[in-house]
């Protein structure tokens, strides 16, 4: 089992940036492929990108493509969520997930642990 806890959330200007963090402890982190979510009242969980267990390859969804990021530190069981060229958009609450070793996925119930999630607000 892992345990995740999500960090750096908070309110920004739109065209703003801010970096995610989201600590893992628990079973060997590279165990893991990490993915991001982020939820809006009413709406289901959707996509954001996700990163392969060895942190060599990364996944996007179209809307963030280009402005956000994905890096993990596999020695601080750390991964990490660039988030540039905010937009009012982009507000959510933003998810951390873990899913055992596979083919990279986008569909949140195909991931096993999850964050409490972090609050981004990007004010226009």
């Known amino acids: 089992q892992v345990q995740l806890v999500e960090s750096g959330g908070g309110v920004v200007q739109a065209g703003g940036s801010l970096r995610l963090s989201c600590a893992a402890s628990g079973r060997t982190f590279t165990s893991y492929d990490m993915g991001w979510f982020r939820q809006t009242p009413g709406k289901e969980r959707e996509f954001v990108g996700a990163i392969i267990w060895s942190g060599r390859t990364t996944y996007y969804s179209d809307s963030v493509k280009g402005r956000f990021t994905i890096s993990r530190d596999n020695v601080k069981n750390i991964v990490y969520l660039q988030m540039n060229s905010l937009k009012p958009e982009d507000t959510a609450v933003y998810y951390c997930?873990?899913?055992?070793?596979?083919?990279?996925?986008?569909?949140?119930?195909?991931?096993?642990?999850w964050g409490q999630g972090t609050q981004v607000t990007v004010s226009s």
């Open positions: 997930a873990a899913r055992v070793r596979a083919i990279v996925s986008s569909d949140p119930d195909e991931y096993d642990y």
